[in-house]
């Protein structure tokens, strides 16, 4: 059965950085796209990043580019998001994806974590 556990979430302020993570288990991922999305209270979910497990290969939202970065470590079975210059509307639940289509569209994935807090103040 396929896990997905976030982690790193919490409150910083306007400007500050976070590292969110999220540990994969339950199967091979290698041909598997892992994403991130969030979130934010009366929107809806939104894709923010993803990594092909394969080669590494990225693709990111535009309010993501120039300041997160996706990463995998492969012997940890574990995607990060790593976020910089963070804003206030960045503000929203963070969830950890995988599946086989991935892209930017939720129905690309296949499995969803619990999701973890992210609360920017200005």
């Known amino acids: 059965q396929v896990q997905l556990v976030e982690s790193g979430g919490g409150l910083v302020k306007a400007g500050g950085s976070l590292r969110l993570s999220c540990a994969a288990s339950?199967?091979?991922?290698?041909?598997?796209?892992m994403g991130w999305f969030r979130q934010a209270p009366g929107k809806e979910r939104e894709f923010v990043a993803r990594?092909?497990?394969?080669?590494?290969?990225?693709m990111y939202s535009d309010s993501a580019k120039g300041r997160f970065t996706i990463s995998r470590d492969n012997a940890k079975n574990s995607v990060y998001l790593e976020m910089n210059s963070l804003k206030p509307e960045d503000t929203a639940v963070y969830f950890c994806?995988?599946?086989?289509?991935?892209?930017?569209?939720?129905?690309?994935?296949?499995?969803w974590g619990q999701g973890t807090q992210v609360t920017v103040s200005s």
């Open positions: 990594i092909r497990w394969r080669d590494g290969r990225t």
């Open positions: 994806a995988v599946g086989s289509t991935g892209g930017s569209s939720a129905p690309g994935y296949d499995y």
């Open positions: 339950g199967r091979t991922f290698s041909s598997y796209i």
